[in-house]
């Protein structure tokens, strides 16, 4: 019969092989339920660790799993870029996993849990809210910290780092309203993103608040299907200013604009929810709400680590400041 490892012990008591080590190692860092969970566990299986197994067991390195859905975004790679300049400066190792629309969530689940990552960065914000409870769920079961990274879940118990993206969507709209734009179109994604689901609520608020009809006009990210969707929309209704939920769709419906003879700002004004590269490189460079999209990653590692650690968080839902950037778009 083949001897008892220290994998069995973390399967059986559905725990990540981390969990196991700290139960052995610095058992007063688990809480008393899933200490006495291991514990037992332990005991039924006769497990006896040798000396290889404790060295495993009490291995320095921490590893952290990343999901997210698509790595080409621009805001998904600012993302990346904060987290993994704080996983370098811990000594973390971090390995990245995708689930994108047709990905098995069952499936990816069981591997990220059978890497026997120490906590779980969770990025990818193009689930339901019934996948995401699966998620959760898995995530939950195998006792490992999750952060929700730019992801917006209604489950309060959920740590996460975000900004308010209705009210900073609201706030974008009525400074509009403010120029005097009535005609103020959200460009949004046929796709569900969480956070542009918010977006369209902050929109759709400020435009009633104002007695103004909310004119919602989904496209694609992809530039090849945007961009025959903004040739149309242009040439079909009248427009006084246009805000994307994302600065690629902005900025792809600037150069179909001036493709058609149109001027921006003197035709109509663009503006965008995001301020990655995008703004920059754009012309004329666009005015934004500045979302930190590095500060989220970087924040959610920090709020990671404090969990893998077993520290006591006072606001496990941070919600991180914006502001809006004008530049020649608009102006």
Known sequence: ???????????????????????????????????????RVIKELGYKPNAIARGLASRKSTTVGIIVSDISRAAVSQLLGGILDIAKKYEYAAKLF?????????????QVVAEQVDGILFLNDELDNEQMEMVMNHIQDAQIPVVLCNVIYDEKDIPSVAIDYEKATYDMT???IEKGKKKIYLASTVHRYSTNYHKVRGYERAMQDAGLEPLV????????????HFDEFIKNNEIEAVIAVRDSIAVSFINTAIRLGYKVPDNFIVVGLQNTKYAILSRPTLTCVDTPVYDIGAVSMRLLTKLMAGEEVNDSRIVLPYHIVERESTK
């Open 1 to 39: 019969m083949a001897k008892t490892t220290i994998y069995d012990v973390a399967g059986a008591a559905k725990v990540s092989l981390a969990t196991v080590s700290r139960v052995m190692n610095n058992p007063e860092k688990v809480n008393k339920e899933t200490r006495d969970k291991v514990l």
């Open 98 to 110: 995708t689930m994108d629309e047709n990905a098995d969530i069952k499936e990816v689940m069981r």
């Open 174 to 176: 009525k400074e509009l």
């Open 217 to 228: 006009f989904r496209t694609s990210g992809d530039v090849s299907v945007n961009t025959l």
